[in-house]
Structure formats: structure tokens, C-alpha cells
């Protein structure tokens, strides 16, 4: 599924963004957000097999809410100055556009 190879690859960047937090950070905002941005990915994961259409839907929202905790974790970042402008500005918008994709895939659900 296209939302789950966005959302793994949304896992990556963040991944690699957040190596550069400060260290004080590592049990904090760092665990946080690597913790919300894999939960994307496996959630549309778990969804996908084997499910009820009520339950895809479940895992599917599940998915969304994992979304906009790394959503505010950016927030975060960037009001802390882990991250700059422009990083900001790029995770945003790959999130913004994930999730405008799951949300769409999730109204698809019968």
C-alpha cells in the first residue's frame, strides 16, 4: 500500500532528524516521536491483514492519532531548535500529505 510505504519512509527522515537532538533528549521528545512515527507504518500494517473492515478502520485511526503526536513532536523540535525552519517545513508537509492520504484510504473503508 503506497499510505504505508509513505509512512515508512516518513519513519526514516524523522529517524535521521532526531539523531541530531540534543542528548538530554534521548528518553524524551526522541523516544516520542521515533515511538509515534513507527506506530504509523505498523498500525496501516496491522490493519491490513486479516481484518474486519471495522477493525481496518480502528487500525487506520489508530494510525492518524500516531500522526498528529509526530506532528506535535515537530512542533516541538522546532520551537526547542532541534530542528530548523526548513526540516520543519519538509516533515510537515510529508505529514500533512500522509495524512490527507490515510485519511481518504480510511473513508474508502466499507
Known amino acids: ?7 515508512m519512509l516518513l519513519g526514516e527522515e524523522v529517524n535521521l532528524k532526531v539523531q541530531l537532538f540534543p542528548k538530554e533528549e534521548l528518553y524524551n521528545l526522541s523516544s516520542q516521536i521515533r515511538r509515534a512515527v513507527d506506530s ?11 481484518q474486519s473492515n471495522p477493525e481496518q478502520r480502528k487500525f487506520i485511526g ?5 500522526l498528529a503526536e509526530v506532528v506535535t513532536c515537530l512542533h516541538k523540535a522546532k520551537r526547542r531548535s532541534y530542528i530548523d525552519e526548513e526540516a520543519f517545513q519538509k ?4 505529514s500533512f500529505n500522509l495524512m490527507n ?3 481518504a484510504f480510511q473513508k474508502n473503508i466499507k
Open 1 to 7: 500500500m503506497i499510505i504505508w510505504q509513505k509512512a
Open 40 to 50: 504509523i507504518a505498523l498500525n496501516i500494517a496491522e490493519g491490513s491483514i486479516g
Open 62 to 66: 489508530y494510525a492518524l492519532r500516531s
Open 91 to 94: 516533515l510537515y508537509s510529508d
Open 101 to 103: 492520504m490515510i485519511v
